[in-house]
């Protein structure tokens, strides 16, 4: 066999290096055996359980007789996995066996699972950094042989620094580095530096590892050392260094390598005399270090002389550890375990660090030098008649490590169950203080209210009383005789004071310019019939109903459909799916853009076979995800969507192509029907935006309008990401652009310059989300300052900071008051018309309330806990600029406006209001409350003062993040 060698011991061979790193009767695993040369000798001479993998059948054969177990197996084909997982090991060696892999590294790394906690992987490799290498390739040389440096079955080559990165990969750290010595000629290249210029020559001694023929390492896992352990400077070995004996003293109290002595350790030689000088005046303890390695040991005597040889002519005893005091004051230390012996003091070195402690050492009180003589035999071979002892002592220590790790256990769990009992009660004492803290402040509030009470009263019976009461009774009963309930007459009366308010309300905020322009808009967006019916001027598109059947794809039917993906869910399957079956195209490509999903999305795309972009989530923004997605796609047409919107049947994007095939149109989009889930919320903030682009009852073919404002942009460069088809051609020219509305931007460059776009509400795609208020509350902030920076005539009213903070207040305490009061205790099902005037009436009369003087955060259930916190450092700052006037904000009218369109929505779709409708109006207006917040509070940012901008920045900073 070309891999078959004689253990020999006696010398500093990798293999003898290895094989002194493996403790007795440890648990191996040994990767490419051979014929098992190392592996008899870990068997038989250190008692070592091992399992073995080699590929070679011929060889494991041979190895076989020597393990307890041999896989067959090629290493990098991981097929020794399975039959080792429920094994660990103390020792993995790999001996001259990583050079030979494709991919060491892999399989390093997944090796190392098998260690113990604390076991070590040892290894031994070739380093091509030698002299004799380099001398090699300056003569034009890189020539494989047999064995050695260069065989001709090694796949990669390693230096130090190579050998360090190997390890530092795979999660290992090194805690110590021996090299084997080998001189240029003494290799298999037998090279001479007298050969070479004397310059060159000096380059190449010097070098750290001219003459390491071969790496040992031994590593532990990162996380099982101590970074005093790490060893990154290796020793080299010449063939006849055994390593050393070594005694110290202490000082101050400890040992330190720097005090101490030590000759050199002749191992497997029988009994040698050991003699070392010391100090004088030591007294209290020594430590002898018998070898440097795992061995067997044994002591004839020892002795201490004063060395007063010039006086007396010969050393002076001073004491003795021997059989005849039974080695008194002579005990073990770590990684030393003494046996039995009757002449002698036999002992194991079980570790790389074995200790002796001689602990009866005298004040000796001499000026003269000392000398410690040692006869002592130190054997890697262990006697066959102690084996089994030994065995026995690592059994012991097996279960006794068991036993401890069993109570450590049990200590653990009932140490948890001390803490998870502490914490419960920590928990319980907190929810006592907060309903302490709780009942507090309802308390407070009832007092507060009471005194409000009591003064509304005194107020009340003042009124009753006033001249000003007795003419509004007259003015109520005249109205109610000249325009009873329910008739045309009163209706428009009403109507037009409804919109007398609203006009006033906007003209106080946004100024005479805007209202003018926005009452010009309303009256040239539409023309009114006689019979009050709405139409518009919209071009109509030609849809092509083709039967199934029919569908013949065209040639340049190709599409790639780009979807940004994170965490997409279970329901991600069931979306490809359908956009796989999708029909009329020649080829349908899917192209997944993830930014960093963890759910098993990556595998859900795999199945599916679609092209996968994966990007990090910090590179993410909607424009970036789509714009990398375009550029990997190979169709003549992309779709946009996103991963939680489904086509409702296989011709879906079929119709939206014909749209573009059929029209004079570059993009199209369709509205969204929301899901079955869907809240009020959605529902309504979606009809609305439907009907403002007037795509509620019809299909639109949006242009560039005569007259440019943001109005009518808006309304007619809309596009939308949920489901947008457009050419490849006409996208690459424009892509997206901006972190936020990239759809609307791109929709108005493209009617700018000419291009016509398509939005259908006659083909819907089914798309929904149910997000928390604080979700809105950034979404109304983020809206408007994107469209203040698209739209230079956006009207941005001016609004102060402080009174908007105490608006904020004012108006949250208004709809906790609507919930808590009026709409507590409804007799359910209630007309629809009964429902809105008891909503309205409690805000029509919030102009004459007072700034509350406290509120309730924690106890609103129709709010998130991110909204709450903004909430109370709202109020935090609102309690130090409380005064008691009479409420003058804005935030009151603009939510009667967002509860019109609510109810106008409400009326539409429900006949009665229940249970249902009711709890799903009480989270509605909390989203409508908070959406309006984010945009108002946008204003004052956007209209602030460079000054005042400086204290709105954390408000800033937090909410435009992550929408």
């Known amino acids: 066999m070309k891999y078959e060698f004689k253990i020999d011991m006696s010398n500093d061979s990798a293999h003898s290096l290895v094989l002194r790193h493996i403790r007795f009767g440890s648990q191996v695993l040994e990767f490419g055996p051979a014929t098992g040369y190392m592996t008899r000798y870990m068997k038989e001479k250190l008692g070592c359980i091992v399992y073995c993998v ?6 494991a054969r041979k190895a076989a007789n020597y393990c307890d177990r041999m896989i067959i197996a090629d290493i990098e084909s991981m097929d020794w996995i399975d039959p080792l997982s429920e094994k660990s090991f103390d020792h993995i060696v790999f001996a001259d066996v990583l050079e030979h892999l494709r991919d060491p590294w892999k399989v390093l790394e997944y090796a190392k699972a098998f260690l113990k906690q604390g076991g070590t992987v040892v290894t031994s490799i070739p380093n091509i950094g030698h002299s004799a290498v380099l001398m090699e390739l300056f003569q034009g040389r890189f020539e494989y042989q047999p064995l050695g440096i260069l065989d001709e079955t090694h796949m990669r080559f390693f230096t130090k620094k190579s050998v360090l990165d190997l390890l530092e990969k795979a999660g290992l750290c090194p805690i110590k580095w021996l090299g084997t010595i080998a001189y240029p000629e003494d290799t298999e290249f037998k090279q001479e530096y007298r050969k070479f210029p004397p310059a060159l020559q000096t380059i190449l001694k010097n070098r750290e590892d001219a003459h390491v023929y071969q790496f040992v390492t031994v590593s532990k896992r990162k996380e099982d050392i101590c970074q005093t352990e790490c060893c990154m400077n290796f020793n080299s070995l010449s063939h006849a260094n055994n390593g050393y004996v070594q005694v110290f003293w202490k000082l101050d109290g400890r040992f ?5 002595a030590k000759v050199p350790l002749e191992c497997n030689k029988g009994f040698v005399k050991y003699e070392l000088n010391l100090p004088p005046k030591i007294h209290g303890c020594l430590r002898v270090d018998p070898a440097s390695f795992p061995a067997y040991g044994e002591i004839k005597n020892i002795a201490l002389f004063s060395n007063n040889v010039h006086i007396t002519g010969e050393l002076e005893p001073v004491l003795f550890w021997s059989k005849e005091n039974n080695f008194e004051g002579l005990s073990p230390g770590p990684g030393v375990v003494f046996l039995d012996g009757q002449d002698t003091k036999k002992f194991l070195c079980i570790d790389f660090d074995p200790q002796l ?51 450590n256990e049990q200590l653990k769990t009932q140490s948890n169950e001390l803490a998870r009992t502490q914490e419960e009660l920590k928990n319980k004492n907190k929810q006592i203080q907060h309903q302490l803290e709780k009942l507090e402040k309802q308390d407070m509030l009832l007092k507060e209210k009471e005194k409000c009470l009591r003064g509304l009263q005194i107020e009340l019976t003042q009124i009753y009383n006033s001249n000003g009461w007795k003419a509004l009774s007259l003015y109520y009963k005249t109205i109610d005789k000249l325009l009873p309930d329910g008739t045309k007459r009163r209706n428009y009366l009403f109507a037009l004071k409804n919109n007398i308010r609203k006009s006033a309300s906007y003209l106080k905020l946004y100024g005479l310019k805007s209202f003018i322009k926005k009452v010009k808009y309303k009256l040239n967006s539409t023309s009114v019939k006689l019979d009050g019916k709405n139409t518009f001027d919209v071009p109509q598109l030609k849809l092509v109903r083709v039967p199934e059947k029919k569908i013949e794809p065209t040639d340049d039917a190709t599409v790639s459909i780009i979807i ?65 997605g375009a550029s990997h796609a190979t169709g003549n047409f992309l779709l946009f969507t996103t991963q939680d919107a489904f086509p409702p049947s296989d011709l879906w994007l079929y119709e939206l192509f014909c749209v573009l095939k059929n029209n004079e149109v570059v993009a199209v989009s369709c509205a969204e029907t929301p899901r079955e889930d869907a809240d009020l919320f959605y529902r309504v903030i979606a009809w609305n935006h439907y009907k403002f682009l007037e795509v509620d009852k019809n299909d639109r073919v949006f242009c560039k309008p005569e007259a440019e404002n943001y109005m009518t942009l808006r309304k007619n460069g809309q596009l939308s990401d949920i489901a947008c088809l457009i050419s490849k051609d006409i996208f690459m020219k424009y892509k997206y652009r901006f972190n936020y509305a990239e759809d609307l931007d791109l929709g108005i460059r493209l009617i700018k310059h000419g291009h016509k776009i398509a939005f259908l509400g006659s083909t819907r795609i089914i798309h929904s989300h149910n997000r928390p208020p604080y979700y809105f509350l950034k979404r109304g902030y983020v809206d408007n300052l994107f469209l203040s920076d698209i739209f230079s005539d956006f009207p941005i009213p001016f609004i102060e900071v402080n009174s908007f903070i105490k608006d904020i207040v004012f108006t949250y305490n208004i709809l906790n008051s609507v919930i808590k009061s009026e709409l507590l205790n409804l007799k359910l099902p209630l007309k629809i018309d009964e429902f809105i005037s008891i909503v309205n009436n409690k805000f029509q009369i919030a102009n004459r309330c007072s700034y509350p003087a406290s509120i309730d955060i924690d106890g609103n259930e129709y709010i998130d806990n991110e909204f709450k916190s903004f909430l109370t450092r709202i109020w935090y700052h609102y309690s130090g600029h409380r005064n008691h006037e009479s409420y003058n904000g804005i935030l009151i009218d603009a939510l009667l406006g967002f509860l019109d369109i609510t109810f106008q929505y409400i009326r539409n779709t429900y006949e009665l209001i229940d249970d249902y409708v009711l709890e799903d109006f009480k989270s509605c207006i909390f989203k409508e409350y908070a959406i309006l917040c984010g945009a108002h509070l946008a204003y004052c940012y956007l209209k602030s003062p460079d000054k005042e901008k400086d204290a709105l920045h954390d408000i800033y900073s937090e909410l435009i993040k992550g929408v």
């Open 564 to 628: 940004p993906t994170k965490n997409a869910g279970e329901d991600f399957d069931l979306l490809l799916a359908m956009l796989q079956k999708q029909k009329g195209f020649k080829n349908v490509e899917i192209i997944i853009v993830d930014s960093g999903s963890t759910d098993g999305t990556l595998e859900t795309a795999k199945d599916y076979k679609t092209k996968i972009v994966t990007i990090l989530p910090e590179q993410f923004s909607h424009s970036y995800a789509r714009n990398l």
């Open 357 to 407: 402690y001689l602990t009866n050492v005298p004040d000796i009180g001499s000026d003269h030098s000392l000398v410690l003589r040692i006869e002592m035999s130190i054997s890697e071979n262990i006697p066959q008649n102690i084996s089994a002892h030994i065995n026995e002592l690592f059994s012991e220590n097996d279960r006794l490590w068991k036993e401890l790790k069993k109570k």
């Open 54 to 59: 080699e590929r070679d059948i011929e060889a």
């Open 256 to 260: 330190d390598e720097n005090i101490s």
